[in-house]
Antibody, heavy 118, light 106 residues
Framework: QVQLQESGPGLVKPSQTLSLTCTVS??????????WSWIRQHPGKGLEWIGY???????YYNPSLKSRVTISVDTSKNQFSLKLSSVTAADTAVYYC??????????WGQGTLVTVSS | DIQMTQSPSTLSASVGDRVTITCRAS??????LAWYQQKPGKAPKLLIY???SLESGVPSRFSGSGSGTEFTLTISSLQPDDFATYYC????????FGQGTKVEIK
């Protein structure tokens, strides 16, 4: 059973960089066949796809966030990470990591709330 | 960008009702559509992929249909565990979610 777990600071100051890591267990990122995604949900709102990475390091980002987003992978630790720069209050959200099976997400982390505030 | 529009935004229904949620794409996405169920404080759960394929372990009362720009999620007989918010998501071009449909108790 694949499991994903997000970790990182729950509070980030405006203009700083949000950094989160997703640790995958029960399956290997480097086995291929899947994309590894970040998705966020603003409080009380819908879902917004941020981007994904393949084990090889290939990435694809939501154009609306592309200038501020970096997703990286560490296959030795079976982890992938999200960095979002120059954050504002509008980036306050629950951030989810998920396994993307050619388009749909079949396994999700529990989500982690990140608040942007001074 | 492909926009996804769900209707209704909120749906009031009773246990045993047949429920249908509609998702429309701003351009054709073939059958590249998934449906998710989300309960408060929880991550979304995959129900349907490729418009009509039922994810393993999901009850058969859930079904999906459609292609092109119009899709539906149907719950044949609503159960107490089904009161939740439902999202569609296209993956024809990157990924975009609908705004969600909340199914509440009538």
């Amino acid at each position: 059973q694949v499991q994903l777990q997000e970790s990182g600071p729950g509070l980030v100051k405006p203009s700083q960089t949000l950094s989160l890591t997703c640790t995958v267990s029960g399956g290997s990122i480097s086995s291929g066949g899947y994309y590894w995604s970040w998705i966020r949900q603003h409080p009380g709102k819908g879902l917004e796809w941020i981007g994904y990475i393949y084990y090889s390091g290939s990435t694809y980002y939501n154009p609306s966030l592309k200038s501020r987003v970096t997703i990286s992978v560490d296959t030795s630790k079976n982890q992938f990470s999200l960095k979002l720069s120059s954050v504002t209050a509008a980036d306050t959200a629950v951030y989810y990591c998920a396994r993307d099976v050619r388009g749909w997400a079949d396994y999700w982390g529990q989500g982690t709330l990140v608040t942007v505030s001074s | 960008d492909i926009q996804m529009t769900q209707s209704p935004s909120t749906l009031s229904a009773s246990v045993g009702d047949r429920v249908t949620i509609t998702c429309r794409a701003s351009q054709s996405i073939s059958s590249w559509l998934a449906w998710y169920q989300q309960k408060p404080g929880k991550a979304p759960k995959l129900l349907i992929y490729k418009a009509s394929s039922l994810e393993s372990g999901v009850p058969s009362r859930f079904s999906g249909s459609g292609s092109g720009t119009e899709f539906t999620l149907t719950i044949s007989s609503l159960q107490p565990d089904d009161f939740a918010t439902y999202y569609c998501q296209q993956y024809n071009s990157i990924r975009t979610f609908g705004q969600g449909t909340k199914v509440e108790i009538k």
